[in-house]
């Protein structure tokens, strides 16, 4: 996608033409969409759709091609009343990496076509994730945020359950999002488990564990979180192993605080594994991505 400004000039008789003409709009529901401004914040939309339109365009934009669906909320409610502007517009030719300008005008100038501005950028987000179901209730998630969940430093996608507010980590086989974010860098001082420190401890008299039943460093609150028999089985599951997967880690430590052998929430990773990539091959195949 082009990477466009919006702004308004006194006007280029000789280099405006029709908007279009320009590159990088993507049609949604008929219409044609792109995201200007630096941050992307703004959509601009050919034409002058209607409510419904517009905010079916704009849920698309997010789903298609940011792999995103919008959250309910205020901003969303305020959307269609205070930031939405029905106007008329042409291109300019851009610079500094903008192939093209826009610039508001008058509807009977020359090259001008009607445009509506949608601003996005107060808009609530989660990714989209290949559907899951809760471990705690059961019910299915196909939503994802990157958040910190337990048993293992750093942010991790992660499911939360709409209906029981349980969290638990996102079997990543196959991600939908088209951003990825740069892997934060993790003390080797600090506790595998919280990422707490001897300086930012997690809670008040918490220490790095003098023994610990891992060889990466592991404080004492994480460490008071399961019995001597559940480290060991833990462990024994391949929990904290050189090598070992991120997100695997997340699940034996949180099916463990909620009850689960170890060993039987390794095969249960296993299965999901397996249906998450089952279920990502089905939409690939829809969607026509190979």
């Not at 008789?13 to 320009?22: H, Q, T």
């Not at 099916?255 to 397996?274: C, K, Q, V």
């Amino acid at each position: 996608m082009a990477s466009t400004t919006q702004h308004q000039t006194a006007g280029h008789p000789l280099a405006v033409f029709p908007l279009d003409d320009a590159e990088g709009f993507t049609t949604l529901h008929g219409t044609p969409v792109v995201a200007i401004e630096e941050d992307c914040g703004t959509l601009l939309m050919l034409g002058h759709p209607d409510d419904r339109t517009l905010l079916a365009a704009t849920s698309a934009q997010y789903r298609v091609l940011y792999g995103q669906r919008i959250r309910a909320s205020r901003a969303l409610d305020e959307l269609l009343p205070h930031g939405v502007r029905r106007t008329w517009a042409r291109a300019v030719p851009g610079g500094d990496g903008c192939p093209w300008h826009t610039e508001v005008t008058a509807s009977d100038a020359r090259h001008a076509l009607p445009i509506t501005l949608v601003e996005v950028d107060v808009l609530d987000a989660e990714d989209i994730a290949v559907q899951e179901e809760c471990p705690a209730c059961g019910r299915a998630s196909r939503t994802a945020d990157i958040d910190r969940s337990p048993g293992r430093a750093g942010y991790s996608r992660v499911h939360i359950c709409r209906h029981c507010t349980t969290r638990w980590p996102s079997a990543d086989a196959y991600r939908v999002s088209l951003w990825r974010l740069p892997i934060p860098e993790i003390d080797p001082a600090a506790c595998f488990g919280c990422g707490c420190t001897v300086t930012w401890v997690c809670s008040t008299g918490c220490q790095m564990a003098a023994s610990r039943p891992i060889a990466q460093p592991l404080c004492t609150t994480c460490l008071a979180q399961h019995t001597p028999g559940t480290w060991q089985a833990l462990t024994a599951a391949g929990y904290a192993a050189a090598g070992s997967d991120e997100q695997r880690d997340r699940w034996l430590y949180a099916e463990a605080l909620r009850g689960t052998e170890p060993a039987t929430a390794a095969a249960a990773w296993i299965e999901r594994r397996i249906l998450t990539r089952q279920r990502a091959l089905a939409t690939c195949q829809r969607d026509g991505q190979p």
